[in-house]
């Protein structure tokens, strides 16, 4: 009882500690966002394989993990018509479990995160703004 005191007044009178603390945490996620990308963008040309689906056209941009790790919002652009763009969301979320299943043998987390797939029109946006710059110069 008397340590968890001592502890309780040595968070409480240095607040250095506690920004130093928070820092860590803040730090560590953006690791596990990060080490999630690369394995979900590595997995893709492994859980599409065998399959006729053009997983070069799906580009991972970035990883969003809860703070209480159990939920991930990865966040993908797709370079393709509507439609198709369409049914590779379709085949991602159909996916999920694979791309999970990856992040589990290669990353140590005591759980494995639920992965939610967003898709963004950032990449095709600014590909169109370049092709009006490239025609303004000609």
């Not at 240095?14 to 990308?37: C, D, G, S, V, W």
Request: with cysteine; glycine share 6%; net charge neutral.
């Amino acid at each position: 009882m008397k340590s968890v005191l001592i502890c309780e007044n040595l968070w409480q009178k240095n607040p250095h500690l506690q920004f130093t603390i928070y820092f860590m945490a803040i730090e560590r996620i953006k690791r596990i966002n990060e080490m999630i990308r690369r394995e979900v963008a590595a997995g893709l040309s492994r859980v599409g394989q065998g399959e006729d689906t053009a997983t070069g056209k799906i580009t991972v941009v970035s990883a969003d993990i809860s703070h209480d790790l159990r939920g991930c919002g990865v966040v993908v652009s797709i370079m393709a018509e509507p439609d198709e763009a369409a049914r590779l969301m379709s085949w991602l979320r159909r996916h999920r479990v694979d791309f999970q299943s990856l992040i589990a043998e290669n990353i140590a987390l005591k759980y494995t995160p639920k992965i939610f797939f967003k898709q963004t029109g950032a990449i095709e946006k600014g590909d169109h703004v370049l092709d009006i710059l490239n025609k303004l110069d000609e």
